[in-house]
């Protein structure tokens, strides 16, 4: 079974710094691609930062200059590094990954990780 787990969320200032986890287990042929997601209360879901397998990212225009999405493919693990944090970062950031198990291809979500950007 698959599973996708994100780690690094938290409690920082205005101007800092946090960087997210995520690793993928399991059942795994091969992932196409991760991304990072977020929702602050009230809002819907949107896309942070995307990376594909060829290594090919994407950003939402509020995080470009500030955030940066990495992966290791040995880890099957993507990594969000997060600089310059504002308040309006703040929200439960989810992992995406959009793998193939040999038997079916589909996205899998983690639990989400609370970023809270506060003075």
């Known amino acids: 079974q698959v599973q996708v787990v994100e780690s690094g969320g938290g409690l920082v200032q205005p101007g800092g710094s946090l960087r997210l986890s995520c690793v993928a287990s399991?059942?795994?042929?091969?992932?196409?691609?991760m991304g990072w997601y977020r929702q602050a209360p009230g809002k819907q879901r949107e896309l942070v930062a995307r990376i594909t397998n060829g290594g090919n990212t994407n950003y939402v225009d509020s995080v470009k200059g500030r955030f940066t999405i990495s992966k290791d493919n040995s880890k099957n693990t993507a990594y969000l590094q997060m600089n310059s944090l504002k308040s309006e970062d703040t929200a439960v950031y989810y992992c995406k990954a959009d793998i193939n198990t040999g038997w079916e291809s589909r996205d899998y979500w983690g639990q989400g990780t609370q970023v809270t950007v506060s003075a």
């Open positions: 399991g059942s795994i042929y091969s992932i196409y691609a």
